[in-house]
């Protein structure tokens, strides 16, 4: 009898242990289920940009900095941001948003100074003027100035680049005032021709791939805009697979400066020698920035 007592004593022992241990284990369970519950969750702070303007210029400035570290990981670098239309372009710039594709390219490569990241007027928007055969393919951001790429019926390929001072001081003295002074530009004969008032120079030269000729000459438009040409042919190529002509530009690079307004042209492809009419036909103009003036 004392032995069935005690067998029955050590059973409820056991089973007095067991409802500790699973009420205990239950608590850890609702206490671990409770703490997931009410966990902070980690939270994830977002780029914001802003612009400034300072003296008539205007800055981008983003929350997280303007520079960013280049691992060389990725090797997707462009120097513009590239839209498909005009309003694509204009409502990016309006609603200063941006994706982290264009945020990457705006630190790596628009300019900046202490300021921040140097972007375009967004006082004034300047919209082509094109012959009534183009088309616009693409717009070009890349700071302070932006651009189109434009085609014609002929499939002659125009980039047209709104810029500012600075840059199109830069662009005129590579392509023509200090072009043959290039170490790798040897000019062989200068000749000057006069035909319909217009001074044309004709400048002869040879690289290491050919030999070539620039005609470089000055139109005013009846705008009053100056235009600066420079068209460029290619009499030999050590390339025979390309084509050369004595008649038929490979290349026009056309320099606009008006009142406050600087712009750079250069059109390729060209089937034909284009008319001073057809060059002149190329510009810009000021517009506001609302969306529904371009398109």
């Known amino acids: 009898m004392k032995r069935i007592i005690l ?18 284990d239950d608590s850890v369970l609702q206490s671990s289920t409770i703490f997931n519950e009410t966990e902070t969750p980690v939270k994830i ?12 210029k205007y800055y981008l400035n983003f929350s997280d900095g303007n520079t960013i570290e280049y691992t060389g ?42 300021n921040g990241i140097k972007i375009c007027d967004l006082n004034t928007f300047y919209a082509p003027i094109m012959p009534k055969d183009s ?13 189109y790429i434009i085609s014609d019926l002929k499939k002659t390929y125009i980039s047209l680049m709104y810029e500012i001072d ?6 005129i003295a590579y392509e023509i005032e200090d072009f043959y002074s290039r170490p790798t530009v040897n000019r062989t004969k200068i000749i000057t021709e006069v035909k319909d008032n217009i001074e044309y120079t004709i400048n002869y030269y040879t690289t290491k791939y050919g030999e070539f000729k620039n005609i470089e000459y000055q139109l005013i438009s009846e705008e009053g ?18 084509s050369v002509s004595e008649d038929i530009p490979k290349s026009i690079y056309i320099f606009g400066k008006g009142e406050d307004l600087y712009f750079y042209c250069f059109m390729s492809g060209l089937t034909e020698k284009p008319s001073l009419q057809k060059i002149l036909s190329y510009g810009l103009k000021k517009e506001s920035w609302n969306l529904s003036d371009s398109e």
Request: glycine share 2%; charged share 25%; aromatic share 12%.
């Open 166 to 171: 600075e840059s199109y001081n830069e662009i």
């Open 45 to 56: 702070e977002q780029v914001t940009s802003s612009v400034i303007k300072i003296e008539d």
């Open 7 to 24: 067998i029955i004593t050590i059973l409820l022992l056991v089973l007095q242990l067991y409802s500790c241990n699973k009420i205990q």
């Open 73 to 114: 990981e990725d090797s997707y670098e462009s120097a513009n941001i590239n839209f498909a239309t005009i309003n694509d372009f204009k409502s990016t710039i309006i609603s200063n948003s941006y994706t982290n594709d264009q945020i990457y390219n705006i630190k790596k490569v628009f300019r900046k100074d202490s």
């Open 225 to 242: 805009i100056k235009y600066t040409i420079k068209e460029q042919y290619w009499l030999s190529h050590i390339d025979s697979s390309l």
């Open 135 to 147: 088309e616009i393919l693409s717009v070009g951001w890349s700071g302070e100035r932006y651009g």
